[in-house]
């Protein structure tokens, strides 16, 4: 499995021979001016939910990607299905299985709704359990008690991807409660320094993570990471 980062909560997985793409928000995200959003070639698109700083280059990259599916949950893949785009709807609940291996679309604790206003659904989170590994991606979320189901009810999970920036997700402080809650020491903070609301120091943060024996990794801007 590599692991590119695109900045904010955008992930690009390569994964059994696909590309799937997390999140896509880079032409908004003032940090990430240099990344090109129209070199991005993905199989997939899973959005977590319908926040602008979420959805905000989906349509470019699936006009750039005819082929790609979108798959989110039922209300947001309704939106795009109207609007031609080739989609999978989930709802929490059980498990996909893909060509890359299979998904469950898990609870999120936070809000949904398109930039427009219109109803994005729930927000939700992914595990992903592939040949490569198991991957957790939390969306925006709070910590929630929910996260403890995730060990009983997935393979072990190798690598989480968890918001820490505060004010919007979860901090450093309760995502560190969240890894435990999920049995998950590895994890790639997400959402955090993208606007002023939600920066952060990243050694306090690291260290945070260190203290118990836990790994928090801040990837670079572009830079991958393969597991
Ligand atoms: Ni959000
Ligand atoms: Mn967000």
Redesign the pocket.
């Known amino acids: 499995m590599t692991i590119t980062y695109f900045g904010h909560s955008c992930f690009l997985i390569k994964v059994g021979g696909k590309q799937i793409l997390l999140d896509p928000f880079i032409t908004g995200n003032p940090l990430a001016e240099g990344m090109d959003v129209n070199s991005i070639r993905c199989d997939y698109i899973f959005p ?2 319908a ?1 602008g ?2 959805i905000g280059d989906l349509e470019t990259v699936a006009a750039n990607n005819p082929e790609c599916t979108v798959v989110g949950i039922w209300e947001l893949a309704d939106y795009y299905g109207k609007k031609g785009l080739k989609t999978h709807p989930m709802n929490k609940g059980g498990w996909w299985k893909f060509d890359f291996g299979r998904v469950k679309m898990v609870n999120a604790a ?3 709704s398109f930039p427009d206003g219109s109803y994005g659904g729930e ?1 939700v989170g992914f595990v992903f359990d592939t040949p490569d590994g198991v991957l957790y991606f939390a ?2 979320t709070a910590l929630t008690l929910d996260m403890q189901l995730l060990p009983r009810i997935c393979p072990p999970i190798d690598l989480a991807i968890l918001p820490i920036g505060s004010n ?2 979860l901090d450093v402080h309760d995502a560190v409660i969240a890894s435990d809650f999920i049995q998950c020491n590895r994890v790639i903070g997400c959402h955090y320094d993208t606007f002023g609301y939600i920066k952060i120091n990243h050694h306090d943060a690291v260290s945070t993570f260190a203290a118990q024996g836990k790994e928090l990794i801040l990837m670079k801007l572009g830079g991958t990471l393969e597991f």
């Open positions: 977590s939910h926040h700083d979420h936070h809000s949904s927000p969306g925006d919007f997700t």
